[in-house]
């Protein structure tokens, strides 16, 4: 079993930064993808992005490219999501979440096994 524990979210204006973090323990190893979702309201749950555990490699959603960026601590157990340039429709409650597969894209909610509880994100305009 693999529990996730995020923190980060907030209110913030604008064009502000925010950076999530996602503690992973429990029976993990390598072989994982971790990743992180959004749901915003009254909208289905989207792929923002995710990181190969073992060779850090990273892939993200069109929405956020260029202006998100995940990366991960080893030593710490921990992923982040240091989120840049936000904007109001960035707004969403962010889940962390983690699969044991590796080597290819999971961009679908239903390809991850364990979930964390989520943390809101909130950008006024």
């Known amino acids: 079993q693999v529990q996730l524990l995020e923190s980060g979210g907030g209110l913030v204006q604008d064009g502000g930064s925010l950076r999530l973090s996602c503690v992973v323990s429990?029976?993990?190893?390598?072989?994982?993808?971790l990743g992180w979702f959004r749901q915003g309201p009254g909208k289905e749950r989207e792929f923002v992005a995710h990181?190969?555990?073992?060779?850090?490699?990273?892939y993200y959603s069109d929405s956020v490219k260029g202006r998100f960026a995940i990366s991960r601590d080893k030593a710490k157990n921990t992923v982040y999501l240091q989120m840049n340039s936000l904007k109001p429709e960035d707004t969403a409650i962010y889940y962390c979440?983690?699969?044991?597969?590796?080597?290819?894209?999971?961009?679908?909610?239903?390809?991850?096994?364990?979930w964390g509880q989520g943390t809101q994100v909130t950008v006024s305009s």
């Open positions: 990181i190969n555990w073992r060779t850090t490699s990273t």
């Open positions: 979440t983690a699969t044991p597969r590796s080597g290819l894209l999971y961009l679908t909610a239903e390809l991850y096994d364990f």
């Open positions: 429990g029976r993990t190893g390598d072989g994982y993808t």
